[in-house]
């Protein structure tokens, strides 16, 4: 059927129209997903809040069926690096929680290429299995030096508000690769990455706060979990019996 008289045909796109209606989408978008982002990240937050508390909750199970005593805390070589469990203390903890559950889920799977057995694994030649989280727990107090600034927990009966798990903002000299990294699990738009990396290789000494850290969850021996701002954290914490440089932030 043909038109009224002195109707006008139905007018096309013209492609200036096109790249403008584009343009408006893009900038859309653009402010939209910084919001997206930041709100994905307020609910990983919770998510790693459940992981610590879950955590907790299987350490204290441990330690019922063992007088009181926590999960020992020495790797397969024998010293302890509060990133890292020994074979048998990661078995035990993935039957009570499951694999998931000891990673900070911005860095879940935990791994560290080029110093794992088997890329994307978490095995560590002799030493042990690395982990998502800092466990500070199970040390006895002839392997925490002076200058370490922490006191481990041994037994589930002691203060309540020590400190138990956190978050894994940690920083320090990687002898391996010769060069300084951190770590940054919780940014403001999750985790911190540098060329795709979470543990961020740098020429220079930098603090989980000085590469964008906002903070982290710590869960205490008494089973609270809070977020903790990095404005109230310390970045001064040994990380490791044996030192080598590497500092926790927590």
């Known amino acids: 059927m043909h038109g009224s008289p002195g109707s006008s045909p139905p007018r096309a796109f013209a492609?200036?129209?096109?790249?403008a209606v584009l343009?408006?989408?893009?900038?859309?978008?653009?402010?939209?997903?910084?919001?997206?982002?930041r709100r994905g990240e307020m609910v990983r937050?919770?998510?790693c809040r459940d992981h610590l508390r879950r955590l907790g909750v299987a350490t204290?199970?441990?330690?019922?069926?063992?007088?009181?005593?926590?999960i020992p805390h020495l790797r397969n070589y024998p010293d302890w690096y509060i990133g890292s469990f020994s074979s048998l203390m990661f078995v035990q903890l993935t039957n009570l929680v499951g694999e998931v559950a000891i990673d900070c889920p911005n860095l879940y799977p935990y791994t560290i290429p080029g110093q794992v057995d088997e890329p994307g694994g978490r095995h560590q030649r002799s030493w042990g299995v690395i982990v998502?989280?800092?466990?500070?727990?199970?040390?006895?107090?002839?392997?925490m030096?002076?200058?370490?600034?922490?006191?481990?927990?041994?037994?589930?009966?002691?203060?309540?508000?020590?400190?138990?798990?956190?978050?894994?903002?940690?920083s320090g000299w990687d002898t391996q690769v010769g060069r300084y990294a951190a770590m940054a699990p919780h940014g403001a738009r999750g985790l911190v990455r540098i060329l795709g990396s979470s543990y961020i290789h740098i020429d220079w000494p930098l603090t989980p706060r000085d590469i964008g850290a906002e903070g982290g969850n710590v869960c205490t021996l008494g089973g609270a979990v809070e977020?903790?701002?990095?404005a109230r954290m310390r970045s001064d914490y040994w990380c490791a019996q044996g030192d080598g440089g590497w500092r926790a932030t927590w």
Do not use: C, F
């Open 145 to 170: 030096p002076a200058p370490s600034g922490w006191y481990s927990p041994l037994r589930d009966a002691e203060d309540p508000l020590m400190l138990l798990y956190t978050d894994s903002n940690n």
């Open 15 to 19: 492609l200036t129209e096109l790249i």
């Open 23 to 37: 343009a408006a989408i893009g900038a859309l978008g653009m402010t939209l997903l910084p919001a997206m982002m």
């Open 227 to 230: 977020w903790k701002p990095i």
């Open 60 to 70: 204290h199970l441990y330690a019922a069926q063992n007088h009181g005593w926590l």
């Open 45 to 47: 937050r919770v998510t």
């Open 132 to 143: 998502g989280y800092n466990y500070l727990g199970g040390i006895p107090a002839a392997n």
